[in-house]
């Protein structure tokens, strides 16, 4: 699990974040077990349960704990509102990348780690409709500062079905395009008719009818205002999506970006009428994707 835990924590301290929140280097995972207790309560510890925790964290990359001792870095979470959402989100980031369709049953088993941050290791039911056939699939998603006016930002570092033998890599924050970096406003006035409106494309509606990740993004957008269970609020009526991207593809493409920034408006259930901004990029690397949202209700 080191390899994609070690030093996440530097990737924010170019900027200060916009919430506060602790900003530390977590230590290696083996070094988890040694920073929590000080050395009177280390003879107390028994050297076997130490290294059964250890074991478990290690080999299962976090995802396959079952023991969870007062002095690790691990909590068992399960199903909550923050999980179901960031499984979704997980499985879109492996359904973009990868051509699939895998859907959300639900949370098998989560746990969460209050180091840098937060970061969910969330182990998902899903279905493949393309066969009709369940998936074990394994998510890990780090709840991350934010610092460019957004109010969430998750970041997927891992994405795949249980089992497969996919590396997993740290998050590189100085490998997304510069563009993507600046602070998060609103749509523009004359964006789809000034100077650079051959960056923005309008969503045609049959667009947002067959892209169903569109309601989850609006899902994503009201999560970021109230972190909440939203049942009450979905689903929600896209009304108007605009992307905007870099990428030197034709308007009908934009859609598909994987560096892009959408702008939504939309009703959620009890007549709520938002407005919310989807910013998503990427490092480069497999199973990353950086989702950051502002939400805005005009009611």
């Known amino acids: 699990m080191y390899d994609v835990m070690l030093d996440e924590a530097k990737l924010w301290l170019d900027e200060p974040p916009h919430r506060k929140r602790k900003l530390e280097t977590p230590p290696p995972i083996e070094d ?45 979470s399960g199903s909550t509102p923050s999980t179901v959402l960031l499984s979704k989100v997980g499985l879109h980031c492996y359904n973009f990348d990868k051509g699939t369709n895998l859907q959300f049953r639900s949370v098998q088993k989560a746990n969460e780690e209050f180091v840098s941050f937060v970061t969910y290791y969330i182990t998902v039911e899903a279905m493949d409709p393309f066969n009709d056939s ?33 590396e997993t890599s740290l998050w590189d924050h100085d490998a997304v395009d510069e563009f993507y970096k600046d602070d998060i406003y609103w749509l523009e006035d004359d964006a ?26 609006a899902e994503v957008v009201l999560f970021s205002k109230w972190e909440t ?55 480069g690397r497999p199973q990353h994707m950086s989702l950051q949202a502002k939400c805005w209700i005009d009611n």
């Open 32 to 76: 988890y077990l040694y920073t929590t207790f000080s050395d009177s309560d280390e003879e107390e510890i028994d050297p076997v349960e130490r290294e059964k925790y250890r074991k478990q964290v290690v080999d299962s990359g976090g995802f396959d704990v079952d023991f969870f001792p007062v002095y690790g870095s691990l909590n068992q």
């Open 134 to 166: 369940p998936v074990t699939f394994q998510t890990s998603v780090w709840d991350a500062a934010t610092k460019s006016n957004e109010s969430s930002r998750f970041i997927t570092k891992v994405c795949r079905i249980k089992g497969t033998k996919e």
């Open 192 to 217: 789809l008719t000034g100077c650079d409106k051959l960056q923005y494309y309008e969503v045609k509606e049959s667009d947002m009818r067959d892209n169903e990740w569109l309601h989850l993004y």
């Open 229 to 283: 269970d939203l049942s009450a609020y979905l689903p929600v009526k896209m009304k108007k999506v605009v992307v905007r991207t870099r990428e030197d593809v034709a308007s009908s493409v934009k859609l598909r970006s994987m560096n892009a920034t959408f702008y939504m408006s939309f009703t959620a259930c009890g007549g709520l009428e938002c407005r919310g901004i989807i910013r998503q990029t990427t490092d």
